[in-house]
Nanobody, 125 residues
Framework: QVQLVESGGGLVQVGGSLRLSCAAS????????VGWFRQAPGKEREFVAY????????YYAESVKDRFTVLRNNARNTVYLQMNSLKPEDTAVYYC??????????????????WGQGTQVTVSS
């Protein structure tokens, strides 16, 4: 069973950058696809980014494309979300999640079986 812990959130001004980390435990992490999701107050959790187990494929929500980059270092059991040009609407709790299998709908929360506790990102204007 994979366990995930997010870190790196904080308060940043509009246009700033943050790098979130998702540290995993478990021997199977290097063969696990990972997604990033976020949830703003009063809103449903939404897909942000996805990276395949090898790092060879990645996908992004339209709202973050060209601003966010997802990376992974399997030797360190860590996935990163580099967030640039942050906007107030990026304010949310960010979660990483481990996919149950490869090849599913990466934007569907039901495809993921393990979640971190989340890290708060606040973008001030």
């Amino acid at each position: 069973q994979v366990q995930l812990v997010e870190s790196g959130g904080g308060l940043v001004q509009v246009g700033g950058s943050l790098r979130l980390s998702c540290a995993a435990s478990g021997r199977t992490f290097s063969s696990t696809d990972v997604g990033w999701f976020r949830q703003a107050p009063g809103k449903e959790r939404e897909f942000v980014a996805y990276i395949s187990w090898s790092g060879g494929s990645s996908y992004y929500a339209e709202s973050v494309k060209d601003r966010f980059t997802v990376l992974r270092n399997n030797a360190r059991n860590t996935v990163y979300l580099q967030m640039n040009s942050l906007k107030p609407e990026d304010t949310a709790v960010y979660y990483c999640a481990a996919a149950s299998a490869s090849g599913g709908d990466y934007s569907d929360l039901r495809q993921y079986h393990a979640w971190g506790q989340g890290t708060q990102v606040t973008v001030s204007s």
